[in-house]
């Protein structure tokens, strides 16, 4: 009598898939891991926003400028902006940070140790060329303080107001050790501010004026050259004459 045929095995998933390679079928294609990125590209682009959106805040404000607007200028779409920025108010308050880094950024070297007049002539030209080189920057900060810093407050009461304290410290030292005559710190730091960003936020009325700008190489020169002069000349102990 014949024996029953034997029953058909099935084959494992791995021998069927190693079956269907060896018939020519390719086999699903691992997925590829996703790529995160760049941080430095991150940072270039936001770099682009901001750099558009002061151009545009200094010159129409937060409510005459649109996200749409600062988009085209930096050539990306409003959904990539709004990738990096919120909405309209965070990307206002980012560029207001970061101008509050750069205008803070000369007094930081200030040290008792330092020769006053070296220092303070130095803090003179180094803000006058951001006022050369950012005039947008310091008009912008300037419309905001106009109008009562309703979105940099916040930072004002602590970033500007620990600093400008720690370094009225610094020229209250020079006062004491007889190196400045008797002057206020706060009242010396408001008339430097004013007098180095005068030159960028009235550069139409310098101009006016004067028929030049601080792009003008020897009038920026000229400029330094002066109010340098008025300040220490005012503020400076006269140097000891020998006996």
Not at 135 to 153: H, K, N, T, V, W
Not at 183 to 210: K, N
């Amino acid at each position: 009598m014949a024996r029953p045929a034997a029953a058909k095995k099935k084959a494992p998933a791995e021998v069927r898939k190693r079956g269907a390679e060896h018939a020519g079928r390719k086999p699903t294609p691992p997925a590829r891991p996703r790529v995160a990125r760049r941080p430095r590209q991150a940072e270039d682009k936001r770099s682009v926003i901001l750099s558009a959106a002061l151009g545009l805040f200094s010159r129409y404000g937060l409510h005459g400028t649109s996200v749409d607007q600062v988009a085209a200028r930096a050539d990306v779409s409003k959904s990539n902006l709004l990738y990096y920025f919120a909405n309209k108010e965070e990307l206002y308050v980012s560029v207001l940070r970061e101008l509050l880094h750069v205008w803070l950024e000369p007094l930081r070297g200030f040290s008792a140790e330092q020769d006053p007049r070296e220092a303070i002539a130095g803090y003179i030209r180094r803000k006058l060329v951001i006022s050369r080189d950012r005039p947008d920057a310091s008009r912008l900060f300037c419309l905001e303080m106009i109008q009562g810093a309703p979105l940099l407050r916040d930072e004002l009461d602590r970033e500007l107001r620990t600093l400008v304290e720690r370094k009225s410290e610094v020229i209250a030292e020079w006062v004491r050790s007889g190196r400045l005559r008797p002057v206020a710190p706060h009242h010396l730091v408001f008339g430097l501010w004013a007098l180095t960003q005068h030159y960028a936020d009235f550069a139409v009325q310098v101009q006016a004026i004067s028929g030049r700008t601080l792009q003008d190489a020897a009038f920026f020169e000229e400029t330094v050259d002066n109010v340098q002069r008025l300040v220490l000349d005012g503020i400076c102990a006269p140097a000891a004459v020998p006996a």
